[in-house]
Each structure stands twice: as structure tokens, then as C-alpha cells.
């Protein structure tokens, strides 16, 4: 049950830093266990290090470096596949600089994605419990002022009383509702299933679908860049970047077209068919594979289709924010309306019994 509510991974910025250490250490000349403790004991991540320290003990029982981090829940596969060829072609150290800019890029997207997204979600928040304060707190004293002045109250304000005892009667069944949605959705995204549909789904959403395809198209090509330096065959490189994808409906048209790779269709033809991915990213992935700058290419389509994404989500926060807040600002007037209605017609009734 504690793995449906708490996610183990390691995060982007622990494993940027961490390769970024690994690569520093290793071009000064310490051997890989050695490496594996000094960073160990310097890291301030405590799933990291924890993955770390245990990863050390298993290089001393004769295992290699990826089987170690393969043992452990947290480290991302794409890390791992990484280490493993790395360890294989003997150039650990240039492994490590190309994750640590891997990540640390990946870690800057996801920072500027949320840190655009803070202001609308704080806006969001103070709207409903404003508005929470209102139906709870105002609306029930202004029923009992008119029931003590015994006057009936206006339409308006019936609509607003009977939402506040709706909402003061039955709010413990929103909070089961609301604990029973997150429940489900935290296992749906523990099956395959559920992960496919939620992927696909933000990736046919009317306005953040094109973020969504954009983020993967960046992630994509940076795998294949980075992949593609490790002197991997394209198969091979298409059938990583398909298991490491984050949204897992991009990355199942990924493995399919390195299954069509293998049988010897055109890399251009099989990407070209992708429905998620950029025209742009296709062109660029066959002029890169007939030029030998496959590796270079896609580094500048990553780099490019991570600045679009960010683009439009300013753009996408930018019409939020003031439509959250005339939103926001027409339920208050609404309220205001009601509340002066109310007013008037107790003073025309007090007037009449004058």
C-alpha cells in the first residue's frame, strides 16, 4: 500500500548531480569502487545514497556497476542502460558527462513547468477557499437575520443557501470522494493499463496535448543523442529510448518502430508514420543517420522541442491566470449581488411595517 501513495524514484536533479560527481572522479583517475564511496558519503539525496552505499557492497561480490543500480527501485532504466554500456566500451567518464547534461536539462524543464505553473495553482487555491469561506460563514448568518426579521429571502440568495447546506451537510462525503480518486488514480498508475490510458490521454488533450508531445519529443531525442554516442546500433538505440520514455503511449510507437528497424525498413518511413512525434524530429533524425550527425542533430532537436514546450506553456499559464481570476471574480460578484438584493428587500419589508 505505501508504494501507491509515495514514489521511490530517485529525483533528476540527485542523479544529475550524482554523474556529474562520478565524471569528475573518475577523469582524476579513482577507480569506480572508490568513486562509488567518496560519492556516497558526500550525497545529501537519502534514496541515493542508500542505492549508492548498497551498490559498493555488490561491486565487491564481483558485480558490475549496473547490475548493482539495476537491484535497487528508483534509478531510471535509461540511467542504468547507460552505466551498463559505458562499462562495456570502457568510456564511463564521457557516460557521466552525457547523463549529468541529460538530466540537469530534463530537471530545468520540470523546474520551469512548475515554477509557471505556481501562481495559477495558488490562484486556483485562494478562489475555493474564498469562496468556501463565503458559503460557509456569511451565507448562514444572513439567513439568520432574515429569520429573525421574518421576512422570506430573495431568490438569489436561496441559491447560495441551498448550496451551503448542501456543502455543510455532505462535505465528509467529498473528502471520500476526493481520497477515493486519488486511491484510484495511484493505481492506475501502477498498472499498464491505467498508464496507457492516462498517457494517451494527455496526449490528445485539446491544449495540453502539444505540450505533452512536445516534452516527449525532447526526451526522445535526447535519448537517441546520448544513446547514439555509445556507438549502439539504431534497433537498439529505438528500443531503449521506447522503454525509457516517460509517457508510455509515445514510448510503445517507439519499440514498434524499432521492431519495423530490425526488419529493414527506412528509419525515415517508420518515424515519418509516428503520429506523436514532430515532422521536424523525423527529417532530422535521416539527415543525421545519412550524415553521421545523428548524435549532434538530436541534441539541437531535444534542445528545441524542450524551449517550444516551456513556450507554450507561458503562452497556455498566460490565458489561465486571468480567466481564473474573472472567474473567480464573477462567483464574488454574484455573491456581493445577492448579499445587496437580500439587504434592500429586508429594509423595503422592515419600511412596510413601519
Known amino acids: 500500500m505505501c508504494s501507491i501513495f509515495f514514489n521511490f524514484n530517485v529525483k533528476d536533479a540527485a542523479l544529475a548531480l550524482a554523474a ?30 542508500c542505492i549508492l552505499t548498497a551498490s559498493a557492497h555488490r561491486l565487491s561480490e564481483g558485480y558490475t556497476f549496473a547490475q548493482a543500480l539495476a537491484s535497487h527501485r528508483g534509478i531510471p532504466e535509461l540511467f542504468i542502460e547507460a552505466v551498463r554500456i559505458g562499462e562495456e566500451n570502457g568510456r564511463l567518464t564521457k557516460t557521466f558527462d552525457y547523463l549529468n547534461t541529460y538530466y540537469s536539462g530534463r530537471n530545468n524543464v520540470k523546474k520551469k513547468l512548475h515554477a509557471a505553473a505556481r501562481y495559477p495553482e495558488f490562484l486556483a487555491c485562494l478562489s475555493v477557499v474564498t469562496v468556501w469561506i463565503v458559503i460557509a460563514c ?7 437575520v432574515f429569520t429573525v426579521a421574518g421576512t ?14 448542501f456543502l455543510l451537510s455532505n462535505w465528509w462525503c467529498a473528502a471520500i470522494i476526493i481520497i ?5 488514480w495511484r493505481i492506475l498508475m501502477r498498472t499498464r493499463r491505467g498508464v496507457m490510458i492516462i498517457s494517451k490521454l494527455k496526449l490528445h488533450l ?15 531525442a535526447h535519448t537517441v543523442a546520448m544513446l547514439t554516442s555509445a556507438s ?37 518511413c517508420v ?5 506523436y512525434l514532430p515532422r521536424m524530429i523525423c527529417e532530422m533524425v535521416t539527415v543525421g543517420e545519412e550524415t553521421g550527425t545523428l548524435e549532434t542533430s538530436m541534441f539541437i532537436a531535444g534542445d528545441y522541442c524542450n524551449a517550444e514546450a516551456m513556450a507554450r506553456s507561458d503562452s497556455v499559464l498566460a490565458m489561465l491566470e486571468p480567466t481564473l481570476t474573472v472567474i473567480t471574480g464573477l462567483f464574488v460578484a454574484f455573491i456581493v449581488i445577492s448579499i445587496y438584493v437580500s439587504i434592500f428587500s429586508m429594509y423595503d419589508a422592515i419600511r412596510l411595517l413601519i
Open 271 to 275: 518515424l515519418c508514420s509516428n503520429k
Open 206 to 220: 485539446p491544449i495540453v496535448g502539444k505540450i505533452s508531445r512536445l516534452v516527449a519529443a525532447g526526451q526522445f
Open 180 to 184: 477515493v480518486a486519488i486511491i484510484i
Open 232 to 268: 549502439l546500433t539504431l534497433p537498439e538505440v529505438m528500443s531503449i529510448a521506447g522503454r525509457v520514455i516517460d509517457n508510455r503511449a509515445v514510448g510503445e510507437t517507439i519499440t514498434l518502430a524499432a521492431h519495423s528497424i530490425e526488419s529493414g525498413e527506412c528509419i525515415g
Open 20 to 49: 556529474s560527481k562520478f565524471a569528475a572522479v573518475l577523469r582524476a583517475g579513482v577507480l569506480l569502487p572508490d568513486a562509488i564511496e567518496i560519492i556516497a558519503a558526500e550525497t545529501t539525496d537519502r534514496r541515493m545514497k
Open 152 to 165: 422570506q429571502m430573495p431568490t438569489p440568495m436561496n441559491m447560495l443557501m441551498a448550496v451551503s447546506q
Open 138 to 144: 456569511l451565507v448562514p448568518v444572513m439567513k439568520s
